[in-house]
């Protein structure tokens, strides 16, 4: 099977800010695709990833482009400066994992 490779860039599904404290996003954070690192996360690596997440909840932080996303744009990276300097910020922590295969 020849899979094509595939830049991941975090895309937001979906964005609720019910209230001025914090916003939830649901978000497609990998694929089994490889992608331009050529690193390639398998289906089990994912389901395993989901079937534990109450080891990873909590234990992870969320990084992002904040000023893209309050900005309300849905493609998020991985926020480098031209020099190479990472210019994301910590947004919060992860608090469920789910598949959609």
Same mark, same amino acid.
């Given at each position: 099977m +020849? #899979?094509?490779l595939e830049q991941v860039?975090?895309?937001?599904?979906?964005?609720?800010q019910e209230n001025d404290i914090y916003m939830t996003l649901k978000l497609l954070l990998i694929t089994s695709n490889p992608n331009l +690192? #050529?690193?390639?996360?398998t289906p089990d690596f994912i389901h395993e990833v989901v079937e534990?997440?109450?080891f990873y909840i909590g234990g992870v932080s969320l990084v992002a482009e904040r000023n893209k996303l309050e900005a309300g744009k849905k493609n998020l990276g991985h926020?480098?400066?031209?020099s190479g300097e990472l210019i994301s910020d910590v947004i919060g922590s992860f608090s469920d994992f789910s598949d959609v295969a």
């Open positions: +020849n #899979k094509q860039n975090l895309k937001v599904l979906e964005l609720s +690192n #050529k690193c390639v996360f534990n997440k109450d926020g480098l400066s031209k």
